[in-house]
């Protein structure tokens, strides 16, 4: 997706913060009728945010109450599904994992019957060896032959705009279509992105009524699901052929459509600097930005590199890519699984299939008389962290002199792993990074959230905020990210550099090392019971205490635990409630209000907008209590004393 700035569009979207799920529900909950599902981590939050709006009464663009109905299993949501699109009505589903492999045997009668409904993926590792919930392209790659156009989305921006494409090319080629994100990494990553305006998409995709035939219907009555047998079977399986070699053009149609409205551009395959790119990376999905800020950086370098996404992997555009590749000398496919006993993992073999046309003459293929060398890289698997570092390697693995392994894998240490001698800091400058450690169930995740929301939201700056944990959740060690820049942020790896390290884990600084890339100048939260700066300076480990000297850092701490405690009417919610008063601790020791010229009062009034929108639900008591969480979080921080931790021998002798 890109941007331009050459005219003005009728529909730039409405400023907001939200998770890839949230973009999802905001455009699902306004064009369809209804939606089937099962919960499936990651795709659960979609289903709940739909769920949400059933509840709360909210009809769509047409005035009709929505429904939603949790089926016993992936397979039924997606056979509800199947029913309700052949009566004519415009439904959808969620799902990730285990679940799109169980409904795949529904997936193959929907595209059969030429149904055109749209599925929500939180693209997820399946189950192999181990089990692991996080991002993976495993499921999505085993329904390739179902015969669903597929698109994949980078950031909650995309995934958003690409649910109302997906939907207008579904019901205009009567072919169903995934609408494929990472799980975790964009379903949920807060970020700063447009939400399209509720007029433009009643404009944009019409009415259920217009294009979805009722196949019920009484009195027009059709057979569909029948036994054909030699006579017939083969006939009807080539004839569908007419409705998939259409789908190119209506896609590009009904993309240039949504450009004309919103000045956001998006095609099968998005190009970025391969003007005269000699490398490429290619690839689909949240790394492809971070990617995209490696290409700036090389090029930077001197590096003549460029990138390729893959927006449309079905139907597969292979000559849109062997165009987009042609003339460079080499390009490596980055895919977020492996298949070992393939000719090679999906994607590349599939672009290896296009030029191989291309080269012997086929039609609508370039004219080509020579073939790029082409490198295959597993990357990401199970949401393992992909930075610029490991795709430097990738592109000193292409180029003249390098290893030039033709497969190979990254962020990992292991015999078919690139080594990383390099790691710079891309992102925007006068970024201000956060990196917590802090427990699962103490509410720190959607304090994140909620600092990124009014970041985005009050202090008008582009935001990205993220969680990183394991299946078990509660309980464990928690880590969670957050990045605030006045430029929009490309990387999406966890960070290594920060201005700002809250430790709500009080066992953090004794069970690793969580002060790990803190800026010169930095600030530590630390969570603790003590009220004197000399007990809580000596209850910090020595090594802590020489890392913080050295980078004159500033060290605020607070019983948020006790604050809870005393605060919350609910006894069930103290612990996550602890989580909260963190974020009046970051209004207080941090200069955003200021560097904006935002009083107190405006940024209270933003916090209880933004506590509304997570806690609502709730009820209004949790609100209060929440809000007197951040103000008491807020106004009874305090600080060590900078003397006191660069003058401290004597205590830390005693310590």
Request: glycine share 10%.
């Amino acid at each position: 997706m890109s941007g331009s700035n050459a005219k003005v569009f009728s529909y730039p979207g409405i400023k907001t913060t939200s998770d890839g799920a949230g973009a999802v529900t905001w455009v699902e909950t306004y064009i369809t009728q209804g939606a089937c599902a099962y919960p499936i981590t990651s795709s659960t939050t979609m289903g709940q945010g739909y769920q949400a709006e059933v509840a709360n009464g909210k009809e769509n663009l047409w005035g009709e109450k929505l429904f939603f109905l949790e089926l016993e299993s992936e397979h039924s949501s997606a056979s509800t599904c199947e029913g309700y699109a052949l009566a004519g009505g415009r439904v959808s589903n969620f799902t990730s994992g285990q679940g799109l492999i169980l409904m795949k045997e529904v997936l193959y009668t929907i595209s059969g019957k030429r149904l055109p409904v749209v599925f929500h993926i939180g693209a997820r590792a399946l189950t192999s060896h181990s089990l692991n919930v996080h991002a993976g392209h495993d499921d999505v790659m085993g329904v390739t032959d179902c015969g669903w156009s597929m698109f994949f989305a980078r950031t909650a921006q995309e995934t958003g705009d690409l649910a109302l494409i997906a939907r207008r090319v579904a019901e205009d080629s009567h072919t169903p279509v995934l609408n494929i994100q990472d799980g975790f990494l964009t379903t949920h990553t807060v970020e700063s992105l447009l939400f399209l305006e509720p007029e433009f998409m009643k404009s944009y995709i019409g009415p259920p009524g217009d294009k979805i035939p009722n196949l019920m219907d009484f009195d027009n009555p059709v057979m569909s699901g029948t036994v054909q047998n030699q006579d017939a079977y083969m006939k009807g399986k080539i004839a569908q052929r007419y409705f998939y070699d259409k789908i190119p053009a209506i896609v590009k149609n009904a993309m240039d459509e949504f450009y004309d409205a919103t000045g956001r551009r998006y095609g099968m395959v998005d190009n970025y600097r391969m003007e005269d790119a000699e490398y490429a990376y290619v690839g689909m999905g949240t790394y492809m930005e971070t990617a995209r800020a490696t290409v700036a950086h090389l090029r930077e370098q001197g590096v003549k590199i460029g990138l390729v996404n893959v927006t449309v992997f079905r139907p597969f555009p292979g000559a849109e890519l062997v165009e987009a590749l042609k003339d460079t000398k080499a390009f490596t496919v980055l895919e977020r699984l492996d298949v070992p006993g393939a000719q090679s993992n999906p994607l590349t073999a599939e672009i290896k299939a296009s030029f191989a046309d291309a080269v012997v003459g086929s039609d609508d293929y370039p004219n080509i008389d020579r073939i790029p060398t082409a490198y295959s890289c597993s990357a990401g698997l199970g949401s393992r962290d992909v930075r610029p570092g490991d795709l430097i390697e990738v592109a000193n693995n292409m180029k003249e002199g390098g290893p030039g392994r033709r497969y190979f894998s990254i962020g990992i240490e292991h015999a078919t792993a690139l080594k990383v001698n390099e790691d710079p800091d891309l992102r925007p400058a006068g970024s201000f990074s956060m990196r917590g450690h802090s427990v699962g169930g103490y509410g720190s995740v959607t304090t994140n959230k909620v600092i990124a929301t009014i970041a985005g939201e009050t202090f008008g700056l582009n935001v990205q905020a993220y969680p990183k944990y394991g299946s078990e959740k509660k309980g464990l060690p928690t880590t969670y990210f957050l990045t605030i820049a006045e430029d929009v942020i490309h990387t999406h790896c966890e960070l290594h550099q920060v201005e700002f390290i809250p430790l709500n884990d009080v066992n953090a600084l004794h069970a690793g090392n969580p002060l790990m890339g803190l800026s010169d100048g930095g600030m530590v939260f630390i969570q603790t019971n003590e009220t004197e700066p000399e007990a809580v300076w000596r209850n910090i480990p020595q090594s802590a205490r020489s890392t913080l000297r050295a980078r004159n850092a500033r060290v605020v701490y607070m019983d948020t635990v006790q604050t809870a405690r005393e605060i919350a009417s609910d006894p069930s919610l103290e612990q996550r409630m602890q989580g909260i008063v963190l974020l009046g601790i970051f209004l207080s020791c941090t200069p955003f209000a200021k560097e904006k010229g935002i009083s107190e009062e405006e940024v209270f009034a933003s916090v209880e907008k933004s506590i509304r929108k997570y806690f609502g639900r709730r009820g209004e008591q949790v609100v209060k209590d929440n809000m007197e969480c951040v103000r008491r979080g807020y106004t009874e921080n305090r600080e060590i004393p900078a003397d006191l931790i660069e003058t401290a021998s004597e205590l830390e002798m005693v310590g």
